[in-house]
């Protein structure tokens, strides 16, 4: 399990600023990359999601962009895009180059300063960041204010981050993830089925799912108004795809966030995953999904593995 820039020719790059605790993180695609999503969570923040759907025109993806700050941080695509039409990247009109910068929030406000965002000028600088290099995990990007377990009060959370993972396909293909874990519910080790980062109670983890059923939860859960969770990410791929088997990817890959964070889906949750392919390596869609899946998974496990304490939240580092 490596990092998503194991597939040849996306790059990562992370912004953040670590007093705040916010950032986020944009995947820059090489070009005639294809792109599908799956959005499950009940509470999203996105852009450009429309324009993948398969019934509609536009096949290509010039970036995707992971961002902290809640629909705030959806600013920071504006930096994204002055950057791709700085590098001449996107979609070429008969009056200029449209960059297609699809993008997802998660709510970091909890943490840190809520008062500072990712704006345009973070977005810009998480693409001159950007590399072939494995990225950072942990307290990075769109990572930098994540967290999991709020059912306690965001007090009670746990720190968490941004994580990647990739595998050979074998045959020339490759599957990658990277994921921004900020989950209501807890992050779960499924071959063993231990809490490794959730809410925390008085001994231990608290387990969301029990907490739910408790008087108390079931108290709780009557008063949340709003969505402050989500995790989102992204697969890249170098097995090519159509616009149809790229969204077919991203739904099969949320199956690995189903293993891992429990409960999942809520309806204060924004999960969105997003699917990409440029490449000419042939293999079943099944495959791929199947992959997909388990790098997802393992981009989740990374991400509160490799997350340090923070905002007075303990981390798993």
Do not use: W
Not at 53 to 66: C, D, K, Y
Not at 198 to 223: C, P, Q
Request: with cysteine; proline share 4%.
């Amino acid at each position: 399990m490596g990092a998503l820039t194991d597939v040849a020719g996306f790059k990562v790059g992370h912004a953040q600023d670590l007093e705040a605790l916010t950032g986020c993180t944009v995947v820059l695609c090489p070009p005639h990359t294809v792109g599908g999503v799956d959005q499950r969570g009940g509470a999203p923040g996105t852009r450009e999601t429309d324009l993948l759907h398969t019934s509609n025109l536009v096949n290509q993806v010039t970036a995707v962009l992971l961002t902290g700050g809640s629909a705030f941080g959806l600013d920071a695509a504006t930096g994204v895009m002055r950057y791709c039409e700085e590098q001449k990247l996107g979609l070429k009109t008969g009056l200029g180059i449209v960059p297609i910068v699809p993008a997802a929030v998660l709510f970091d406000l909890g943490i840190g300063d809520p008062k500072i965002r990712p704006d345009a000028n973070m977005g810009y600088q998480a693409c001159l960041n950007a590399t072939s290099d494995p990225p950072a995990e942990g307290n990075y990007g769109a990572g930098t204010g994540a967290t999991v377990g709020k059912i306690l009060t965001p007090k009670m959370a746990t720190k968490s981050g941004i994580g990647t993972a990739s595998v050979d396909l074998g045959g020339g293909g490759v599957v990658g993830a990277i994921v921004a874990v900020n989950a209501f519910g807890d992050v779960i080790d499924p071959a063993k089925g231990q809490i490794l980062a959730g809410a925390r109670g008085i001994k231990g983890y608290a387990d969301t799912l029990k907490v739910m059923r408790s008087f108390v939860g079931k108290k709780v859960m009557g008063i949340f108004t709003g969505g402050e969770n989500t995790v989102i990410g992204v697969v890249a791929t170098n097995v090519k795809l159509d616009k149809e088997g790229a969204t077919r990817v991203a739904q099969m890959a949320h199956n690995g966030l189903a293993r891992t964070i429990r409960p999942a889906f809520t309806l204060m949750d924004g999960d969105t995953c997003f699917a990409l392919s440029c490449g000419e390596v042939k293999m079943d869609l099944n495959i791929v999904g199947a992959y997909a899946a388990q790098v997802y998974q393992e981009a989740i496990l990374n991400a509160v593995r490799k997350a340090e304490k923070a905002g007075g939240l303990p981390g798993m580092k």
